[in-house]
């Protein structure tokens, strides 16, 4: 999924629990749980040569903008003090992503890192239809605004 569901998804969950005990493993279980369901994502196509690593890069960067911007408007901009808990749970909602980069983006993959990869696929199903892939996602993020 794209990086703006599954840290809306983290900072949505931190909203509603109290201690970070409760939230930051249901925000990494519901990463796994959100890739289980078919989707299109920037890395989409990498393994097929559909898209270069560079132009991957380039919409993951886009993409954690957008994730900022949408994580500052919904949660922070009323607010006077930094809501830690809130960027807790968005950057927990993607740490799974993060330790999956070196290999995606550099054809890197720390020896560490294989076994936890290897379970975050078994997880994954890309799409290469936007439509497809894109709905179950904007349907998410506007579940999570209007429940907000």
Known sequence: MLSISHALTGAFIASKLPH?????PLTLATHYLEDWIPHWDVA??????????IAAF???LLDLAATIVLIYFLWQADQT???????????TGLVPDFL???????????????QINEFHSWFHHSVVNKV?????????VGLIWLLK
């Open 20 to 24: 970070p005990a409760l939230y930051i």
């Open 44 to 53: 989409t196509g990498l393994n097929n040569g559909m898209r270069t690593r």
């Open 58 to 60: 380039l919409l993951e």
């Open 81 to 91: 003090k930094i809501q830690y808990h809130i960027w807790t749970g968005a950057f």
């Open 100 to 114: 999956e980069a070196p290999r995606n983006f550099l054809k890197w993959e720390p020896c560490f890192l294989k």
């Open 132 to 140: 497809v892939g894109l709905t179950p996602q904007i349907i998410a």
